[in-house]
């Protein structure tokens, strides 16, 4: 006679601070002063709970954050911008690889401000604001300085929803004009020649080569996109096609 092994009631799922009952139904699960906080999500769709699970979050990090009036008033940057990144992992619909962008951003703008990270939001004025963007304009990009200071705003609105600060200092910080690129692309008739040219290879590949570089063209998929496309995908009789995105990161729909 087999023993039967006991069923868990408790099971993790890829996304931090989500369990699921043995029931179906899905959890969340947070920490505060030490204790764990449990809330009931009241849906058995993963969807669905991930989405109630990023309110959630946001709101109790909010409430944890101002826990304390005198930590909340003294609040520095760098905590605001802790705290900005968190609010971006509990976004579910922005791709790893966004995430990281503006990781990457807000670095950069902790290395051309010194000091920046460690002053209290409610010391940053519209004079040191005009500094910072009269002198990180003349090295960085016009790209790159619209987005670090698009980064510096959201950071200075975690302090405004926190209580810290009522005005906006950053306001005077100014977009620079970006030029756009000039793309030179062939013509239809270059690129079907260009699409022959490929198919007349002598490559055993030369014909997938081809349909790769059509289909990539005539979608506008990346190149890891269309290698996730799988036969369930595509529906002839709606001429659709659906596109999950990069494996690991959420789909484009």
């Given at each position: 006679?087999?023993?039967r092994?006991?069923?868990k009631?408790?099971?993790?799922?890829?996304?931090?601070?989500?369990?699921?009952?043995?029931?179906?139904?899905?959890?969340?699960?947070?920490?505060?002063?030490?204790?764990?906080?449990?809330?009931?999500?009241?849906?058995?769709?993963l969807?669905?709970?991930?989405?109630?699970?990023?309110?959630?979050?946001?709101?109790?990090?909010?409430?944890?954050?101002?826990?304390?009036?005198?930590?909340?008033?003294?609040?520095?940057?760098?905590?605001?911008?802790?705290?900005?990144?968190?609010?971006?992992?509990?976004?579910?619909?922005?791709?790893?690889?966004?995430?990281?962008?503006?990781?990457?951003?807000?670095?950069?703008?902790?290395?051309?401000?010194?000091?920046?990270?460690?002053?209290?939001?409610?010391?940053?004025?519209?004079?040191?604001?005009?500094?910072w963007?009269?002198?990180y304009?003349?090295?960085?990009?016009?790209?790159?300085?619209?987005?670090?200071?698009?980064?510096?705003?959201?950071?200075?609105?975690?302090?405004?929803e926190?209580?810290?600060?009522?005005?906006?200092?950053?306001?005077?910080?100014?977009?620079?004009?970006?030029?756009?690129?000039?793309?030179?692309?062939?013509?239809?008739?270059?690129?079907?020649?260009?699409?022959?040219?490929?198919?007349?290879?002598h490559?055993r590949?030369?014909?997938?080569?081809?349909?790769?570089?059509?289909?990539?063209?005539?979608?506008?998929?990346?190149?890891?996109?269309?290698?996730?496309?799988?036969?369930?995908?595509?529906?002839?009789?709606?001429?659709?096609?659906?596109?999950?995105?990069?494996?690991?990161e959420?789909?484009?729909?």
């Open positions: 006679m087999k023993l092994k006991p069923t009631t408790w099971k993790r799922t890829r996304t931090q601070n989500l369990i699921r009952h043995k029931s179906g139904s899905y959890y969340a699960r947070a920490f505060a002063g030490g204790k764990e906080v449990w809330k009931s999500l009241r849906t058995s769709h969807s669905v709970a991930q989405a109630k699970l990023a309110e959630f979050l946001k709101e109790h990090r909010k409430r944890t954050s101002n826990g304390n009036g005198e930590v909340s008033a003294k609040m520095t940057f760098g905590e605001a911008a802790t705290t900005h990144l968190r609010n971006l992992d509990d976004n579910l619909s922005i791709k790893p690889r966004t995430r990281d962008y503006w990781r990457e951003v807000l670095l950069a703008l902790g290395k051309s401000w010194p000091g920046l990270n460690e002053t209290e939001v409610r010391k940053i004025g519209q004079s040191d604001c005009k500094k963007a009269r002198v304009a003349k090295t960085a990009s016009p790209t790159r300085y619209n987005n670090a200071a698009a980064v510096f705003r959201h950071v200075l609105n975690v302090a405004i926190a209580g810290v600060i009522y005005s906006k200092p950053a306001v005077v910080v100014k977009r620079a004009a970006v030029r756009g690129k000039q793309i030179s692309l062939p013509t239809t008739t270059k690129f079907n020649a260009m699409i022959a040219e490929m198919r007349a290879g490559s590949d030369s014909i997938n080569c081809a349909d790769l570089a059509a289909g990539l063209a005539f979608t506008g998929c990346r190149v890891g996109e269309a290698r996730e496309i799988a036969w369930r995908d595509v529906d002839f009789d709606a001429g659709e096609i659906v596109v999950r995105g990069d494996r690991g959420p789909g484009t729909g």
